[in-house]
């Protein structure tokens, strides 16, 4: 088994909500004790309705966002209270790929500026190696040079993506963070992505923690996966684990909604009644009683502890 690249120990990311006169009115639990670790070289699925907190969970794991509490260890270095100057150094090797490449990218710079500054803000290389590197990398991400003086809003939507990974990549990183990657691009751009995304892992080791609400995405791309509802982490296990004996009703109705091509495969589509509830209020007990077809009266009170269920599988449900 491979080591870990990344511990997060029952890490928090809770934003305090301001009502009228800026008076406090309570606090959103977007990220509420989530532990998981990373290991080198592999894809890490989390996935869940929008609003679950993945992409918030993504982002404090890089420390984008700061924890309210936990650690988060990168390596064997606790990132968790490092300032941002002494967090500098390791910037470089945790990264982002976001999911609209558009917003993502300065629409005032060509594709060249974009990625020769990003090499700048990190203080490497000379301007002539900043710019044959840039074009190098181009290249690899599968575009000829001359979108090197293209603007964002020249280029397609697959092909700004192309240059969002690239950017991501130039600091030579150990982990990426792909926030749905491949939702905003068309259907036959998302294979072409993701395909690119694997032969870089390959050729590279990264670590990919992907983030997908597209449960077939994450089973072509993912080794493990970790299943959010309402902030925590409800289920994980390996992919293969996970889609052949899911055990939390939250992820049965999830898979239940991925095509299969063999009908004798297809499952009975679970319908989920109610919305997601606001995290500023979460439901006592389990979280998900409140649109759980098999909650019980104890389900409304005690909160399920994650367990393990079979060698490397966890979930947190009263009835597993
Ligand atoms: Fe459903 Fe109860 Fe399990 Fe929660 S603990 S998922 S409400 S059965």
Known sequence: MNLPILRAEHVKTWFPVRGLAGRPAGTVRAVDDVSLT???GETYGLVGETGCGKSTLGRTLIRLLEPTDGRIFLNDTEITSLTQRQLRPLRSK??????DPYSSLDGR???GDILT?????????????????SLRMLSEVGLPAEHFYRYPHELSGGQRQRVGIARALLSEPELIVCDEPVSALDVSVRSQIIRLLLELQRERSLTYLFISHDMSVVRYMADRVGVMYLGALVEEASVDELFDHAAHPYTRVLLSAVPTPDPRTRRQR????GELPSPLSPPGGCPFHTRCAHATERCRTERP???EIAPG???SCHII
Do not use: D, N, P, Y
Request: hydrophobic share 45%; no cysteine.
């Open 38 to 40: 990373l290991r080198q």
């Open 94 to 99: 945790m990264q982002m790929i976001f999911q």
């Open 109 to 111: 710079m060509h594709v």
């Open 117 to 133: 500054e990003t090499l700048a803000i990190q203080g490497r290389a000379s301007r002539r190696e900043r710019m044959e590197r």
């Open 270 to 273: 679970i319908v989920l009644e």
């Open 305 to 307: 502890e994650l367990k």
């Open 313 to 315: 599988h966890i979930a």
